[in-house]
């Protein structure tokens, strides 16, 4: 190991990078763009938000020589796109309806008290 290296461990977690199989549906698989990618990571030796980390020794030992990828590396996620006009139209809806309902509601409990009282 080059002295740069030494007392490190390089991390890649590759849970990201997959294409899902043609015919077996739960099954995913490595295509070859993501072997190159992990390759390459491990050659270069450097760290890619959400793919690889550069632990030191000291590092792992303060968590207690775990060795979970998880760990260390933390996968990017990709947010849900929301269309932020069409759901405030579907709050503002939402709001209208509740509003009509409560009202509902009002008038059928101000009739069963009248009732209660007659």
């Known amino acids: 190991k080059p002295q740069e290296r030494k007392r490190k461990i390089l991390f890649i977690n590759a849970s990201q990078l997959y294409e899902k199989h043609p015919e ?16 390459e990571i491990y050659r270069t ?6 793919l690889s980390r550069i632990a030191s020794l000291e590092e ?21 796109k929301v269309n932020i006009e069409e759901e405030w139209r579907e709050l503002k ?14 008038t059928w409990i101000t009739e069963i008290i009248k009732t209660l009282q007659s």
């Not at 030796?45 to 959400?50: A, F, K, L, T, V």
């Not at 809806?93 to 009002?106: H, Q, S, V």
């Open 93 to 106: 809806k939402l709001e209208e309806e509740t509003r009509e309902l409560l009202a509902k509601i009002d």
């Open 60 to 80: 792992v030992k303060n968590n207690d020589y775990n060795l979970n990828v998880t760990l260390y590396v933390t996968p990017i996620e990709e947010g849900e």
């Open 45 to 50: 030796y450097r760290e890619e938000q959400g």
């Open 24 to 39: 077996v549906r739960k099954l995913n698989k490595l295509g070859d763009q993501h072997i190159a990618k992990i390759v």
